[in-house]
Structure formats: structure tokens, C-alpha cells
């Protein structure tokens, strides 16, 4: 898969890519996590140059998915193809995928123990405040990306037609479009 | 059963491939499903399968194993997780093979461009959409908004504002 010029200096075994991807997702609290695959695989150990992992990041960022599986996906596999990919996504999730479900466990678990009205207020006051972790992520990005007033506009439209119930797929229809014709009339503009 | 587990595999398999922009725009869709369609949970239960998948570590997307388990047990979270992970995990990798190629054609820079601002207007409109779907009180209000404020002007954790919202409505004892 890589090519001459792209060849990392060392090339990883399977189980190297696991254990990088294991250790991070162990540690994925909170997002994040592209910088952090970028430190391990590009910085730490070479595996990857840096414009080339600014590419995975691009597709990553466009392509559905979460971000970090997807940077994991694009890693395994200049790495080492179909299997590079498959492990390291596993490794990535194998850790997140067991802690979740021990959560869901004790959460289905607890509401028949008489302490569960305490666990239910500690969980809402997680849920709430998560909820404005999802608001703050959309507005820090705001900032840094959203200078021009057509993107504004797509910025709004979307948020208020999702925000009010209008279904992801005729958002989807509608704004992407929309989206790409803005930017581009607006790079016609400059 | 095998009902169930068709009906997971069908949600999962669409907002899989619906999840661009980083996957926060699935959740109101999710939510209508599980909740009002399917009856698979309550709304409070969404919320809460909604912080578990946020205060423990791993993509979001990680709530859909809860619901899998809540409406079909292990094998639904399976069958939902495999659902909602494989089908964009294979564009990526399908693409990752292209992608070096097209690394300075214009369209691609220009759909990276209208990407972002649709991906913004889907984190912050499934924010909207979490408070609208839950039977939210004051302090619940004020925790929302105060943990949106911290996050957005300073760099506290994350985890942080997570666990003082919990201390807030323990202490409320909403």
C-alpha cells in the first residue's frame, strides 16, 4: 500500500499497531483525538509524515464516522492495508466498548437498589452538562474555522432545521449542496 | 427477536452512513428512533445512555451498544455496534487508497470548505435537539449552560464539567 516515496522508516507489525491503538482508546476521554494520534504515530514513532497524515485528517473530517475511528481506519491501513485498518479500530474500541458496557450494566442494573435516586441525579447532572460539552465543541469550532457570512448562514440554517426536528437526511440533502455552492461562490469572490 | 435486531441493523446501517461531520447530527435522529418509534427506551433513559457514552471513554457513537442492549440484550449491542462502526469505517478505508491522489485537486479542497460549517451546524443543532427531546428543569438548565460557557472559553477538561454537573444536581437534589 504505501508507496516509495511515503515508505515509513520502520514498518510496524500488527500487534505494535494494536497496542498504540489500545492504549489510546483506553484514554479517549473527552475527545481529542486527533492530536493525540498524530503525537504517537507521526511524532513518537515516525510511522507516518505529517502531510500525509494531514491528508487522513481531511478525509476523516469528511468522510462519516467519528473522527478519531476514522483517522484510526486511515492509519492501519497506509500502515498495512485491510487488516492494519481492522486492528486498529479494534484496538481503539476494545477498551471504550468494555467500560461502556460494564456502564450500561450497573445503569440497567441500579434502578431496582434503593441508591438509585442518587445515581439517577449524578447522571443527569452528567447528561446536562455533556449536553453542553456538544455546544461548546459546536461554537469553539465556530470560532476557529466560520469567518465568511455564507458559511454563517449554513452554520444557522442547519443547526436550527436539526435543533427543530427536521430529519438528518433532508438536512443532509439540502445543506451539503447548498454548502459546497456557497463556498464556491465565496472563493470565486476572493 | 430477529424482528429487534433487523430493526437495529436497519437504523444503524442508514446513520452510519448519515454520521458526516463527526457523527453528533445522528443523535436527534437516534433519539426520535429509539424513543418514539421503537420504544426501545424513555427519553430519560436516552439521556442517560447519552452521559455514560460521554463520561466514559471513545467516541460517542459508543451509545448505540446501550441501546442494541437495552432492546435486544448482548446481541443487540452487537449487532447495533457492528451496524453503526462498520459501513463508515469501510468508505474510510476504501477511500484512504484514493485519497493521496486527489490530494491537491480543487474539488477536494472545496468540499473540505462546505463540510465544516455543515459540521458545525450539526454539533450545535443535536445540542439543541438533546435539550428539546428531555424534560430538562433549572438546575439542569443552568448546569447545561454553565458547563457550555467553561468549555468554550476556557481549556478545563472536559471530564471536569462532566463531574461538576453531577456534584451540582446531587447537591440540588433534583
Known amino acids: ?190 | 427477536m430477529t424482528g429487534v435486531l433487523a430493526q437495529l441493523a436497519g437504523l444503524f446501517v442508514v446513520l452510519s452512513l448519515l454520521s458526516v461531520g463527526g457523527g453528533n447530527g445522528v443523535l436527534p435522529d437516534m433519539q426520535r428512533a429509539a424513543v418514539d418509534q421503537y420504544h426501545w427506551l424513555t427519553a430519560r433513559q436516552f439521556l442517560d445512555l447519552f452521559a455514560i457514552s460521554r463520561a466514559t471513554p471513545g467516541p460517542g457513537a459508543l451509545i448505540v451498544l446501550l441501546i442494541g442492549f437495552k432492546a435486544a440484550g448482548v446481541i443487540g449491542a452487537l449487532v447495533a455496534g457492528i451496524s453503526m462502526f462498520a459501513p463508515s469505517c469501510v468508505i474510510v478505508h476504501l477511500a484512504a487508497r484514493y485519497w493521496d491522489r486527489a490530494a491537491r485537486s480543487a474539488w477536494r479542497e472545496l468540499a473540505e470548505r462546505a463540510l465544516a460549517p455543515v459540521a458545525v451546524g450539526l454539533t450545535l443543532g443535536s445540542g439543541i435537539a438533546l435539550i428539546r427531546g428531555t424534560e430538562h428543569d433549572w438546575p439542569a438548565y443552568a448546569v447545561t449552560a454553565g458547563s457550555t460557557l467553561l468549555l468554550t472559553l476556557t481549556e478545563l477538561h472536559p471530564m471536569i464539567a462532566l463531574a461538576a454537573g453531577a456534584a451540582v444536581l446531587l447537591a440540588v437534589g433534583t
Open chain 1, 1 to 190: 500500500m504505501p508507496t516509495r516515496k511515503t515508505r515509513p522508516p520502520t514498518n510496524p507489525r500488527l500487534r505494535d499497531i494494536f497496542a498504540v491503538f489500545l492504549r489510546m482508546g483506553a484514554m479517549s476521554f473527552g475527545g481529542g483525538m486527533t492530536s493525540w494520534t498524530r503525537r504517537e504515530v507521526v511524532e513518537r514513532r515516525g510511522w507516518i509524515d505529517d502531510r500525509r497524515f494531514i491528508t487522513g485528517v481531511g478525509l476523516s473530517q469528511i468522510s462519516p464516522g467519528a473522527n478519531g475511528v476514522n483517522i484510526a481506519v486511515y492509519v492501519g491501513t497506509v500502515l498495512h492495508g485491510g487488516l492494519g485498518a481492522l486492528v486498529a479500530v479494534l484496538g481503539m474500541l476494545a477498551a471504550p466498548v468494555t467500560v461502556v458496557l460494564l456502564a450500561g450494566g450497573l445503569y440497567f442494573g441500579m434502578n431496582a437498589l434503593p441508591q438509585g435516586a442518587w445515581f439517577a441525579a449524578a447522571l443527569a447532572g452528567i447528561g446536562a452538562g455533556a449536553i453542553g460539552l456538544n455546544l461548546a465543541n459546536g461554537l469553539r469550532l465556530f470560532r476557529r474555522n466560520i469567518r465568511r457570512l455564507g458559511a454563517i448562514a449554513v452554520v444557522v440554517a442547519t443547526a436550527a432545521s436539526l435543533g427543530l426536528g427536521v430529519p438528518l437526511g433532508w438536512v443532509l440533502v439540502v445543506m451539503i449542496p447548498a454548502s459546497l455552492l456557497i463556498a464556491w461562490a465565496e472563493r470565486s469572490q476572493a
